[in-house]
DNA sequence: TGATCTTGATGTAACGTTTCAGGCGTGATT
DNA sequence: AATCACGCCTGAAACGTTACATCAAGATCA
């Protein structure tokens, strides 16, 4: 406020220099940023008369020159295909929460699926701009990310959707005993016609969920049957296609577990349509646990991800990496649990005699 | 791949200087950047020279030193209380886009409601990281946005909630007439105790709809009625506390219109514990159009914000500004639309006779 | 007393760009 | 033939830090 130039219209707000600070303060640049930075010994005298300029003249320092100088940024690139998912936004708030705490910010780039785009972004995040990266849900071949790992770069993988490099930190949800878990209960109100609305088949979270799905089967003894395994994208409108084909199916299941909770409105949305009542006609199982469950009617039975957590938890991990400190767990999975709503209820007594 | 250093694991993979591309192709650094930038006239055979030998070894410009020497970080910070919230992720989506294609990229600060870090998250932006920012729904008051806008910052606000420093651009929704538009759909349905269940109030948003909805009811002769306008709070909780409110009153209303789809939602909850039916016994209509509204059981008839158009919208003003060039419209104000879903019906006959 | 350590402060070389002020041929103009 | 304009290019100075190598002076010790 005091001197003029902070006032000029033209907007560079021709701010202080730590060079002019030393100047005003009868001190070296170095000593001045050892008293900014709180470093090494710093008599009390020069330290006095630097804090004095500095408050009285409002200087803060340049942080892209001290990027130049340090080769450090401060800047963590986080990837994700969109944002307006409460199952990225979520990873997302858990992310920017533990990277605040590390005094980082996040460039945040949004893929919208476009692989070009997710390419181009990594080049610009790689080169000068972020120290490293969170990948959440990363399109890329296997390959590009070990290239990516073997230039050195440092990253972490949030949910990878295929099996990536060994060497690459990963951060997940125990997808497989989550899905048991949820079919558990299923069981356990006594279906046995149980089907599931999965994701694109080939993607981590697919599969593993699909061989919890059938382990749990195989516990009690039920044969899995591939009518009952119906193949989606993880879009409330896959959710519906898949459910209007199993329900015109000539034996068709009492209950459904969709692997995402996407997927699982999808299938309520279906039921709907067909006078069928959930959770009286139907159960339906979802998994993720985002907002969405909780508000819909009836509330949904769902097998909850730590998503923000998984979204700290990555930050942990890529810390480490920045530091070059060793990573005990190169591969982390976080613990699910089942969350009974509505949806689910004891299975119809047969009315045939 | 070709020279070792960029395969050592000690992290720094170091790559090509531009005075080492400039000696490679046997030119100076002065023309190796002209042909990177594309400027000036450089002759074809250094031009091929060096982008041979950026191809060959894979030359990228380091946007740090970019940015100290030139001034310009290409970086735009984006505050937001929280990006949970589809309300603001799809903003943030919508931005996230726009800075896309100006080439620019996001720093992602969300607050999470605690002023004061705002207020070092603002500092931060402003010296050197960040060459503006896009403020959505900040808390500071207004004198501190004023100050940041005196020093020279540039930045634009999205739905400020409390009336802005004039020369501060702000981008927001047409609050009063989406707000009348929905009183008026109530109207036309035969409503007349037509309750708002209203934001804090002070906040312009609350303010302009409540002016919209008062007008709205003015144009028929219906004398607002100080029981039926409740306050709240924006979220799911608080619209269900406060329709209960109005549910017990001795003459309850026959509709309620929301401020926020969060709002209308936990008024359709506190409905359903009455075992209110709606549409049939009470009409409810929300505001923004968040994708909740589309999956809540019955549909909610909502007023559309647009809100990804309102995040582009921010950074289309934000790049004028940085290119010092002239805004003509300095307060944007986006035309909202009403979206009819199953919420909203018929007034029921009374059943006194 | 002279040699050896501390302690606190300094000067300055990076860091990798962009850009400005020139410089050097070459061809056109007088 | 001398001058000028022009196209193309170069050298070097920013940009604002940090960090390394010194250095001065006072304390400690043989």
Redesign the pocket.
Known sequence: MESLDDATGNGRS??????E?ADLA?????????V??G?????????KAVMRVVREHG????R???A????RTGLVGVTLPVVHHSYFSVILDGAGEALYDHDMRMVLCPTHHEHEREVTLLERLMH?TTDGAVLILPEESGEELSALHEHGYRFVIVDPYQPPDERVPTVSAAHTSGASEAVEHLLSLGHRRIAAVTGPRGWIATEERLRGYRAALATVGVMPDPRLEVESDFSDRGGLEATQALLELPDPPTAIFAFNDMLAIGAMQAARRRGIRIPEDLSVVGFDDTFEASIVTPTLTTVRQPLAEMGRMAVALLVRLLENQRIEALHVELATKLVVRESTAAVAVPVAG
Chains 1, 2 share one sequence.
Do not use: F
């Open positions: 021709s701010r202080l220099t730590i060079r600070v009868g001190v070296s640049t170095a000593t001045v940023s050892r900014i930075n470093r090494a010994e710093v008599s009390e005298k020069a330290r200087y803060s320092t340049n892209t020159a001290r130049l100088s340090g080769g000068g």
